[in-house]
């Protein structure tokens, strides 16, 4: 019985042993089995962040070879335009030298401060306003600025009223200028257009719209209806010379009177003749109105000249509806001194406080008059108030093409001149009607 009980405990003890020893190897294999897991595991994941790696690199060096083929063959389709319709016909804007718009004075600083620099070149130009406002005269003044720069001017005078002593006497070359009074209106535009494709002519002024009167109305009966042929002639004329004109960077100025139209109660009754082609294919439109005449300085003498609103109402090349204010003397044109003050003023470097104007505190004078009299008996103190004036002009002009935020103030001083300016029309409507009456 003693050994029968010795043996059932070694039995148990062994079999115990083998079933440790089992555990062991089934934890042991369990945990190798996990590892190798975790290890495939890992290395599955190496091979997909790979595999996904080249893939993204594939798709970059496809996209990145798609963008060289699509810049070959835009190059491609540049050159064959190019050699087509000639060098020039299309480019890239960064390349694009003639799309920076030049200008050249008008005569009038406080109106090159409105216009941004000046006339812009190789664009149409439009002066419209009442009668006796200033319309002829600013053009030739525009033209007298151009011959001092060294180009070309041309005048059509479909009017038939050019003065050449007081042309001279604004500073005109009357011995230079091109002029041309055509028979019709036809032939006014053809001689325009045969300008223009010269290339030779800078500057070409057209007085007016309103005489360019159509070859059927002058062969035919006084009284006869011809529905739009004025406004036909233009639209025809500019579609040809809008093009041309950009190319050979000669600018038209086009005088243009004012008509009223009939039945309008309500809202302005004024607008120009010709059509409405003018109107769309002008990069400037300039109005021109009498704001006030200017008196002489003794009682019982003769009125000095006008004082003339312009008020920039349209504008491409830099912010519109800006207003510019100056003199318009008799015989003597646009009075130099009063706009070099009345920009100095608008610059900041003539102060005004009260009736006296000051230049580096200096005293000018008290008034307007007293300060124009001081400028004109000290050429020094004149040339002094110029140049700082340009320097000052060029700073602002640079300053408002560097950033936007000044062109937003600017735009609503504007429109509050606006205001003042569209009352000041009421008056003068006002006071045409009346003496209509």
Same mark, same amino acid.
């Given at each position: 019985?003693?050994? *029968? !009980?010795?043996?059932?405990?070694?039995?148990?003890?062994?079999?115990?042993?083998?079933?440790?020893?089992?555990?062991?190897? *089934?934890?042991?294999? @369990?945990?190798?089995?996990?590892? %190798? *897991?975790?290890?495939?595991?890992?290395?599955?994941?190496?091979?997909?962040?790979?595999?996904? /790696?080249? %893939?993204?690199?594939?798709?970059?060096?496809?996209?990145?070879?798609?963008?060289?083929?699509?810049?070959?063959?835009?190059?491609?389709?540049?050159?064959?335009?190019?050699?087509?319709?000639?060098?020039?016909?299309?480019?890239?804007?960064?390349?694009?030298?003639?799309?920076?718009?030049?200008?050249?004075?008008?005569?009038?600083?406080?109106?090159?401060? !409105?216009?941004?620099? +000046?006339?812009?070149?190789?664009?149409?130009?439009?002066?419209?306003?009442p009668e006796s406002s200033g319309k002829t005269t600013l053009a030739l003044h525009a033209m007298a600025e151009m011959q001092k720069l060294g180009g070309t001017v041309a005048l059509i005078?479909?009017?038939? @009223?050019?003065?050449?002593?007081?042309?001279?006497?604004?500073?005109?070359?009357?011995?230079?200028?091109?002029?041309?009074?055509?028979?019709? /209106?036809?032939?006014?535009?053809?001689?325009?257009?045969?300008?223009?494709?010269?290339?030779?002519?800078?500057?070409?002024?057209?007085? =007016?719209?309103?005489?360019?009167?159509?070859? =059927?109305?002058? &062969? /035919?009966?006084?009284?006869?209806?011809?529905?739009?042929? *004025?406004?036909?002639?233009?639209?025809?004329?500019?579609?040809?010379?809008?093009?041309?004109? !950009?190319?050979?960077?000669?600018?038209?100025?086009?005088?243009?009177?004012?008509?009223?139209?009939?039945?309008?109660?309500? +809202?302005?009754? &004024?607008?120009?003749? #010709? +059509?409405?082609?003018?109107?769309?294919?002008?990069?400037?439109?300039?109005?021109?109105?009498?704001?006030?005449?200017?008196? +002489?300085? =003794?009682s019982g003498s003769d009125d000095e000249g006008v004082r003339v609103k312009v008020k920039v109402a349209k504008n491409k090349v830099a912010p519109p509806y800006k207003v510019a204010e100056f003199d318009m003397l008799f015989g003597r044109g646009i009075s130099r001194?009063?706009?070099?003050?009345? @920009?100095?003023?608008?610059?900041?470097?003539?102060?005004?406080?009260?009736?006296?104007?000051?230049?580096? #505190?200096?005293?000018?004078?008290?008034?307007?008059?007293?300060?124009?009299?001081?400028?004109?008996?000290?050429?020094?103190?004149?040339?002094?108030?110029?140049?700082?004036? %340009?320097?000052?002009?060029?700073?602002?002009?640079?300053?408002?093409?560097?950033?936007?935020?000044? /062109?937003?103030?600017?735009?609503?001083?504007?429109?509050?001149?606006?205001?003042?300016?569209?009352?000041?029309?009421?008056?003068?409507?006002?006071?045409?009607?009346?003496?209509?009456?």
């Amino acid at each position: 019985m003693a050994s *029968h !009980a010795t043996t059932t405990t070694t039995t148990t003890t062994a079999a115990a042993a083998l079933g440790r020893s089992r555990a062991r190897l *089934h934890h042991r294999r @369990a945990i190798s089995t996990g590892s %190798r *897991h975790a290890t495939l595991a890992k290395a599955a994941s190496r091979s997909t962040s790979r595999s996904d /790696g080249a %893939r993204e690199a594939r798709a970059e060096m496809a996209g990145e070879g798609a963008a060289a083929a699509k810049k070959k063959a835009l190059d491609r389709v540049l050159d064959e335009i190019d050699s087509n319709f000639g060098k020039g016909s299309i480019m890239r804007l960064g390349e694009a030298m003639r799309a920076k718009v030049a200008t050249f004075p008008s005569g009038s600083m406080t109106l090159d401060l !409105a216009l941004g620099g +000046g006339l812009p070149r190789g664009r149409i130009v439009e002066i419209y306003g009442p009668e006796s406002s200033g319309k002829t005269t600013l053009a030739l003044h525009a033209m007298a600025e151009m011959q001092k720069l060294g180009g070309t001017v041309a005048l059509i005078d479909a009017e038939h @009223a050019f003065d050449p002593e007081y042309s001279a006497r604004l500073g005109l070359n009357v011995d230079d200028l091109i002029v041309c009074q055509p028979e019709t /209106g036809e032939m006014a535009l053809e001689v325009v257009d045969t300008l223009v494709r010269s290339s030779a002519v800078d500057l070409i002024c057209v007085d =007016s719209v309103a005489a360019l009167v159509p070859r =059927s109305e002058i &062969e /035919g009966e006084i009284g006869m209806v011809q529905v739009g042929a *004025h406004a036909r002639l233009m639209s025809q004329a500019l579609r040809k010379i809008n093009v041309n004109t !950009a190319k050979a960077n000669t600018t038209i100025i086009f005088l243009n009177q004012l008509r009223s139209k009939v039945g309008v109660i309500y +809202g302005n009754p &004024e607008i120009t003749t #010709g +059509g409405n082609a003018l109107k769309y294919y002008s990069s400037v439109r300039l109005d021109i109105r009498r704001k006030e005449v200017i008196k +002489g300085k =003794s009682s019982g003498s003769d009125d000095e000249g006008v004082r003339v609103k312009v008020k920039v109402a349209k504008n491409k090349v830099a912010p519109p509806y800006k207003v510019a204010e100056f003199d318009m003397l008799f015989g003597r044109g646009i009075s130099r001194d009063g706009c070099l003050l009345d @920009a100095g003023e608008q610059v900041g470097t003539v102060e005004r406080k009260g009736a006296y104007y000051y230049f580096n #505190g200096e005293k000018l004078g008290q008034g307007r008059e007293k300060a124009l009299t001081t400028m004109q008996e000290s050429p020094e103190l004149k040339a002094a108030i110029e140049a700082d004036v %340009r320097v000052k002009c060029a700073e602002r002009l640079a300053a408002y093409q560097g950033s936007g935020a000044s /062109g937003s103030n600017e735009r609503s001083v504007a429109s509050d001149d606006d205001e003042v300016f569209f009352d000041d029309d009421d008056e003068l409507l006002s006071e045409d009607s009346a003496g209509a009456r």
